[in-house]
């Protein structure tokens, strides 16, 4: 059996497409994955992003939920200092009691933003401080005991809503192993502490209820075009755009600037945070994963797919779906 693969959708607003066309988008992707065989979709809560539509993770969820069946859907992930635990555990209860069996709640830690943003959103700049104590809270407004006496979350009781802990650095990787947890590594975006980690999660995994062995899922940036040279060109189209989204500060630019960027040693340090990257036709997306997912010995590979429009991304889901063997009609 091939191993289990997922999308992290980041709705993003490409620059020619309005925030609607995005997450009608986010809805379209979610139904080819349900389609196609994919076993969930997840989106990362990011504040203050031009280009990226994710910031309510529970309203999207709520929304792409309803329109589809049985894929499925959570937050990859809910950035816990930013909120109260009471309240995610009441929205994602809410999700759970609506769409019973689809819901996960990946946990990070950072701020999804910078420190202006922090500011605006009232958050404590220590709170990422006290996020263990804020995952074991959260874990027990979800279970049928709450940790608080005298707090339930209501929605949100016994639904015991699944979660993972998601990182990019050892802290998560322990925390994740300390508590029994599932463990998802951003290695989309923050590819340099990956196998430290891995080897961190798993040789100090301690089983919980809701896990009796190690879950690891590696995630991993995806162009799939029909040609080689098509996939290559949707990823310089990606790189631009990151060059306008870390390094442009709000300034327009040609895609001339932003190729010359990224020719910079600030520019190549944007570049490899796609170090993990399969790109190209479905065959050469395949031999990348297969060879990814046994570099990291993944349970689960979450794919990031970087196209630069809702139908590249799209043809990019259908393509790697054939290429792993997902569903019946990803293989007709």
Same mark, same amino acid.
């Given at each position: 059996? =091939?191993?289990?693969?997922?999308?992290?959708?980041?709705?993003?607003?490409?620059?020619?497409?309005?925030?609607?066309?995005?997450?009608?988008? %986010?809805?379209?992707?979610?139904?080819?994955?349900?389609?196609?065989?994919?076993? @969930?979709?997840?989106?990362?809560?990011?504040?203050?992003? &031009?280009?990226?539509? %994710?910031?309510?993770?529970?309203?999207?969820?709520?929304?792409? $939920?309803?329109?589809?069946? !049985?894929?499925?859907?959570?937050?990859?992930?809910?950035?816990?200092?930013?909120? =109260?635990?009471?309240?995610?555990?009441?929205?994602?209860?809410?999700?759970?009691?609506?769409?019973?069996?689809?819901?996960?709640?990946?946990?990070?830690?950072?701020?999804?933003?910078?420190?202006?943003?922090?500011?605006?959103?009232?958050?404590?700049?220590?709170?990422? !401080?006290?996020?263990?104590?804020?995952?074991?809270?959260?874990?027990?407004?979800?279970?049928?005991?709450?940790?608080?006496?005298? +707090?339930?979350?209501?929605?949100?009781?016994?639904?015991?809503?699944?979660?993972?802990?998601?990182?990019?650095?050892?802290?998560?990787?322990?925390?994740?192993?300390?508590?029994?947890?599932?463990?998802? *590594?951003?290695?989309? *975006?923050?590819?340099?502490?990956?196998?430290?980690?891995?080897?961190?999660?798993?040789?100090?995994?301690?089983?919980?209820?809701?896990?009796?062995?190690?879950?690891? +899922? =590696?995630? $991993?940036?995806? +162009? =799939?075009?029909?040609?080689?040279? !098509?996939?290559?060109?949707?990823?310089?189209?990606?790189?631009?755009?990151?060059? @306008?989204?870390?390094?442009?500060?709000?300034? $327009?630019?040609?895609?001339?600037?932003?190729?010359?960027?990224?020719?910079? #040693?600030?520019?190549?340090?944007?570049?490899?945070?796609?170090?993990? %990257?399969?790109?190209?036709?479905?065959? /050469?997306? @395949?031999?990348?994963?297969?060879?990814?997912?046994? /570099?990291?010995?993944? /349970?689960?590979?979450?794919?990031?797919?970087?196209? #630069?429009?809702?139908?590249?991304?799209? @043809?990019?889901?259908?393509?790697?779906?054939?290429?792993?063997?997902?569903?019946? &009609?990803?293989?007709?």
């Amino acid at each position: 059996m =091939a191993l289990p693969l997922s999308i992290l959708d980041l709705a993003t607003i490409g620059q020619n497409e309005t925030i609607a066309q995005s997450l009608a988008g %986010s809805v379209a992707l979610a139904q080819q994955a349900e389609e196609f065989g994919y076993s @969930r979709v997840w989106y990362a809560e990011h504040h203050n992003m &031009k280009s990226i539509a %994710s910031s309510a993770t529970s309203v999207l969820i709520a929304h792409v $939920a309803a329109h589809t069946k !049985e894929i499925r859907l959570g937050a990859g992930g809910v950035m816990l200092p930013n909120h =109260a635990p009471l309240v995610i555990a009441e929205h994602y209860g809410t999700l759970a009691e609506l769409h019973p069996g689809r819901i996960d709640l990946g946990l990070g830690r950072a701020p999804g933003s910078d420190q202006t943003t922090q500011r605006a959103l009232r958050r404590d700049p220590g709170a990422a !401080e006290s996020f263990p104590q804020d995952v074991i809270e959260l874990q027990g407004y979800l279970s049928d005991e709450s940790k608080v006496p005298g +707090i339930e979350a209501i929605p949100g009781r016994g639904t015991h809503v699944p979660l993972y802990i998601l990182g990019s650095s050892l802290f998560g990787a322990q925390l994740a192993a300390a508590l029994g947890l599932p463990y998802a *590594f951003a290695s989309h *975006f923050a590819p340099a502490m990956l196998h430290e980690a891995i080897g961190a999660y798993r040789g100090n995994f301690q089983p919980s209820d809701q896990l009796a062995e190690p879950y690891f +899922i =590696a995630a $991993a940036n995806v +162009i =799939a075009a029909d040609s080689e040279a !098509e996939a290559r060109a949707q990823m310089q189209e990606t790189l631009r755009a990151r060059v @306008r989204l870390f390094a442009a500060a709000g300034r $327009a630019i040609s895609d001339e600037e932003a190729d010359a960027f990224l020719e910079s #040693p600030g520019g190549q340090r944007i570049a490899a945070m796609m170090q993990y %990257s399969a790109i190209g036709t479905a065959d /050469d997306v @395949r031999e990348y994963l297969t060879g990814f997912a046994a /570099d990291t010995r993944a /349970d689960e590979l979450i794919t990031a797919h970087q196209g #630069p429009t809702v139908n590249a991304r799209l @043809r990019s889901v259908e393509l790697t779906a054939q290429a792993w063997g997902l569903g019946s &009609k990803a293989s007709e």
